[in-house]
Nanobody
Framework: QVKLVESGGGLVQPGNSLRLSCAPSGFSLNGYAIGWFRQAPGKEREGVGCISSSGGITRYADSVKGRFTISRDSAKNTVYLQMNSLKIEDTAVYSC????????????????WGQGTQVTVSS
């Protein structure tokens, strides 16, 4: 079900930062693990990372570990993807998804998802 909305995408130069937001439409994210995915032109969709329902555990793909950070703000009912030291190869459509756990996220067993937001890293 498309019930998540991503925002914050745009055009940035290599080395710069961008923060994406994932917000629900009509429900609380409390109790859901949230994963971030991306799909680059001509490439398969890949998992970027995941944050547990409590926010206590985060997991990242090797390609982004150390550069990207996922966090959540319960008061704002929003999950964020902070992207630092962006590379040209980070260019993709980024989307978020909600599931019962990060294991379920990895298995693509999601309950809700969004349409994505474009991130372009270029000189």
């Amino acid at each position: 079900q498309v019930k998540l909305v991503e925002s914050g995408g745009g055009l940035v130069q290599p080395g710069n930062s961008l923060r994406l937001s994932c917000a629900p439409s009509g429900f609380s994210l409390n109790g859901y693990a949230i994963g971030w995915f991306r799909q680059a032109p001509g490439k398969e969709r890949e998992g970027v990372g995941c944050i547990s329902s409590s926010g206590g555990i985060t997991r990242y793909a090797d390609s982004v570990k150390g550069r990207f950070t996922i966090s959540r703000d319960s008061a704002k009912n929003t999950v964020y993807l902070q992207m630092n030291s962006l590379k040209i190869e980070d260019t993709a459509v980024y989307s978020c998804a909600a599931a019962t756990s990060c294991t379920a996220i990895a298995q693509r067993t999601v309950v809700y998802w969004g349409q994505g937001t474009q991130v372009t890293v270029s000189s």
